[in-house]
C-alpha cells in the first residue's frame, strides 16, 4: 500500500495490520539499542534466526524474532525477551540460544541462569514488569521501546502511532496550542520552559516562514535519554513535530542529531523516510491540505552546540557559538524567523498528550511539573540504565527501588543531576521530589536527565574539579567570564586537590561562581558555576579538609593520600610487590609488605590487587 | 521609527525603538566601558561583557549587555550599581590575567580599580597577548570589508582570529580594517619599504603620484575598483592629494 490519504485510511490500515497479527505467535525481541549491539546482540539474533531455520523445519517451531530500541537496562546486555510470557533474558550470548528455544519457546520452562538476580536480596525475577528496575517506571516518552522495531513503519502504525497525529488534524491548531499548554508539558532538554507557551509565542508573530527543530544534540556525559528515544521509537518524535509544526503554521522541520549517534541518524533517516512514503510527511498530510517536512542535520560534536542559539547558527552553516537571545528564538530563530525548538523527550511526549488529552498527562506528576522524565541512571548503582518515573519521585526511591541501591553496600553520598553544569544534591536531601523546582531550589536542576549516583568513595572536590574540567574544554570561548573564568576555576580547584588550597583559594572560587552566574552569555556559562556552588554550599567541610588539614577524606586526591600495608591484615602473598608499577613495595614472603611512600605514585593498583584488604588509604 | 522613552541611571530619554542602550548612552554622555562592540558593524558585541548594566523591566533585573540590549518602552538602565561594579571588575581582572601586555585593558581596569589580576597570568611577548578573542576584527573584515579573510577558530580560551591554517590568505587585500578597529591593538600590521605585511602576508603598496608616500594596498584597489567600478586613476593620489 503507498499513500495513506484520508484519516479514515489510515485507520482501516492499522485495522488490516492488526489483522495480520498471529495472536498466539510467541515472539522473541532482541535489543538492537547501541548498547546491546556493541554486546553483541546481532549474533544473537541470527543465532535465533539460524535455530528457528533449521528446527523450525523439523518440530514446526514458529517463532516470530523482532529486533527492537533500547530497553534501558544496557550493563546487562544484550537483553532478549519472550512473549506473550514476558520473560526477560539479560546478558544472552549467542550459545545461549538453543537452549532458550528448547527450553523457553518450546517448553515453557524458564533458564534460571538468565534471568535477574536481585543483587542485594539473591532473589530471582524472571517477569519482565517484576524487576524492580522496570517495576516502579512509568512509560509515556519510551512507550514503544523494547517493544517495537523502530525501521518499521507498520510496527508504530499497529502499536497506535499516528493517531494522535490523525487527532491533531481534526482540531484547530491554537485548540492544540491549548491542549498542551493545559498538560502542564515543560521542554525537557533542561531549562523546563512551557511547552505550550513557547508555540503559542511563536505562532504569534507575524510571519511567512515558521520552523520547528528538535534538539537531539545530547551530550551530557553518561546520558542517552534522546538517543534511546531517536534510535528505539523515532516515529514518536516525527509524529510530535508534525503535530507542533500543524499547530504553529510551519511546513519545514529539522532534527539536529550529534554525529556520534550514527544509529540514531539512520533510524530517524529510514523513519522520514517511511513517513513521506505513506505520506505522512510532505504534501498533503493525511489528506488535510497541510504539508511539513523534515531534514536531519548532523552536529559536529560541540557540546555548546545543544545550546538553541548554537544549534540554530550551527544548523545554518556558521560556527555554532550563542548570541545573547534578548530577542527569543520565536521571534527570530532559525534564519531570523520564528522558531520553536524542543528536545526530543518533548516531542514524543506530545502525541500522546495529543491522543489521550491534557487532563490523562497533567494527573501525573507534581503541582509544578507534570508527566514523567526519562532519567539516565549511572555511577556507583546496582542497577544502571534508562528509566522514566512520574514527576515528584524522590532521589532516594530512584537510587534504592529502581536502581537497587548502592554497589558493595557502600554509603549512599550523593547525587549529581542535569549534566556538568547541574549541581551535587547530598544524600541527607534525597527525599527531595524531583521536579524542575525542586532540583533549582537545591542549586541542582533537572537537565536533560542525568542522574549520576556517587558513594563514599567520592571526593566531592575531584567532582567539582572533573565537571569544570569537561566545562573548560567545551566553552565556545565566545565570552569572556565561561572563557577565561572556567580555567581560572579549574587552576583554584587544582591547587586545592593538590594541596596548594587556601582560604583565599575557596573565596576566589567563589568570586568566580559570581561573576559565570551573573556574566556569562548563555545558559552553558550562566550554568557552569553550579558543579563548584553546589558542592561548596553542601560539602564545604570536605573542601576545608582538604584546604586546612591538607587531607583528602574519601581518599582519592592523590597528593593528599599515602598508601600504607597494615602488617595485621598482609600476609606476604607478594601480589602487591608483583604488581607495582614503581616496584616500590619491598617484604620477604610470608611477612608483612612495606610501601615506600617517597616512591609511590598512589596509583592504587596495590589495594585493587590485594585479596586480603590489607592496604590501607590515609 | 517609533520614539520610546528610556530611564538611563535616573534620567529619561528619548531613543528609538530597538536601539542599543549603549548607543543611547554614548549619545547623551554616559560612559559605559566597551571593547567588543563598533557602531558600524552589525553583528559586534556580546562577548567581552564589560559594558554589562542592570536593565529592570516587566518587574524584572537582570545583568545585559548595552552593546546590544534593545531598548523599548518602559526600560529602566542602571549603569553604575554595586552589581554592575563588582562584575565589570571581575571580567576586567580576567582580561587583566590574560592580556597584562594590554594598555588599553590595564587602563580600563584601573578605572574601576583593579590594578592587578590575582589569577594566574597569560605571560608571553606576542600580538596573542594583546587579543581578548573578543572577533570584532573578524567582523569588520566579513561585515565592513565583505572579504571574510579571517574567522575566530579554535575554542575556549585558545579561541583566536586567524587566518585558514595560519597562512597566507587568499582573499586578504591587506586593508588593515581589522587592525584599525581591534580594541586592543593586538593586530600587527607593518610597513617598510612600500610593503605592508600583515596576517602572514606581504602586499605592494601604491604610492601617491604627488608625495610618493605608500598609501594603500595593490590589492585592496583591485578590490574597490572590482566592487565599486570606480576608476582606477583615482587611487593615484593620496586621500592628501586628490
Redesign the interface.
Known sequence: MGTINSIEELDRYRQKLAAAVKPNLPTVLVCFGTGCQANGSRLVAEAFTEVIKEQGLQVNVNLGIKTTGCHGFCENGPLVVLRPQDILYLKVKPEDVPEIVEESVKGGRIVQRLVYQDKVTGEQVAHYNEIPFYKHQLRIALRHIGTIDPTSIDDYILAGGYAGLAKALTMRPEDIITEVERSGLRGRGGAGFPTGTKWRSCAAVQSDVRYVMCNGDEGDPGAFMDRSIMEGDPHAVIEGMIIGAYAVGSHQGYIYVRDEYPLAVRNLSIAIEAAREKGLLGKNILGSGFSFDIKIIRGGG?F?CGESSALMRSVEGN?G?P??K??RSVERGLYNKPTVLNNVETWANVPEIILKGADWYASMGTEGSKGTKVFSLVGKVNNTGLVEVPMGISIRELVENIGGGIQGGKKFKAVQTGGPSGGCIPERLADLPIDFDSLTKAGSMMGSGGIIVMDEDTCMVDVAKYFTGFL??????????C??????ML?LLTDITEGRGTEEHLA?LE??C??LT????CGLGTSAANPVLSTIRYFRDEYEAHIKDKKCPAGVCKALITYSIDPEACTGCRLCAKNCPQTCITGERKKPHVIDVSRCIRCGVCKDVCPYDAVRVS | MEKISVIIDGKVFEAEKDTCVLEVARRNGIYIPSLCYHGEVPSSG?????C?VEAHQGGRMR???AC???VRQGLEVKTDTP?VQ??RR??LE??L??VPNSEVIREMAAKEGVTEA???KDEGESERYKC??C?LCTHVCAEVVGVHAI??V??????KPATPYDKPSDVCIGCGACAYACPTGAIQLKEKDGIRRIWHKDFEMVRCSVCGVPYIPKAQVDWIVKRTGKDRSFFDRCPDHR
Open positions: 560541540a555548546v560556527v557559538e548570541r545573547a534578548y530577542i573548560v574544554e567545551e566553552s565556545c570561548g565566545k565570552c569572556t567570564p572563557r577565561d573564568g572556567l580555567p581560572r587552576d576566589m568570586e568566580l559570581d561573576l551573573w556574566g556569562a552569555l | 556580546g562577548s567581552c561583557r564589560v554589562l545583568l545585559v549587555t546590544n540590549y534593545p552589581l563588582r562584575i571581575g571580567i580576567l582580561l590575567a590574560r590575582r589569577f594566574r581578548i578573542a572577533g574567522a575566530m579554535g575554542r575556549g580560551a585558545d579561541k
